[in-house]
């Protein structure tokens, strides 16, 4: 079993930054990609960013530039750092591992950009 805890969202001004945080426990595999989603209300839930194990970060076109996902293997934790955020980032952002061919979903964490 893997739980998934995020951290992080908040309320903030566009322009701003925020870091999202998310920490996995449980059975983690030395091999595994981790990353986050969002969903905006009233729209399908959409991939944001992940990283592999040993790897660097992909990204969705609306966010490259903006945002940077890492990720701390000692600490079976991955991060994302928001910048330059817009309205349109408003959104759940949840964060998903993706190991062994299992996913896990976590319970989400709100990002409202808002002046």
Avoid at 36 to 50: D, H, I, L
Avoid at 64 to 88: C, H, P, W
């Amino acid at each position: 079993q893997v739980r998934l805890v995020e951290s992080g969202g908040g309320l903030v001004q566009p322009g701003g930054s925020l870091r999202l945080s998310c920490a996995a426990s449980g059975s983690i595999f030395s091999f595994n990609r981790m990353g986050w989603y969002r969903q905006a209300p009233g729209k399908q839930r959409e991939f944001v960013a992940a990283i592999s194990t040993g790897a660097t970060g992909i990204y969705a076109d609306s966010v490259k530039g903006r945002f940077t996902i890492s990720r701390d293997d000692a600490k079976n934790t991955v991060y994302m750092q928001m910048n330059s955020l817009k309205s349109e980032d408003t959104a759940v952002y949840y964060c998903n591992i993706y190991q062994g061919h299992v996913e896990t979903w976590g319970q989400g964490t709100l990002v409202t950009v808002s002046s």
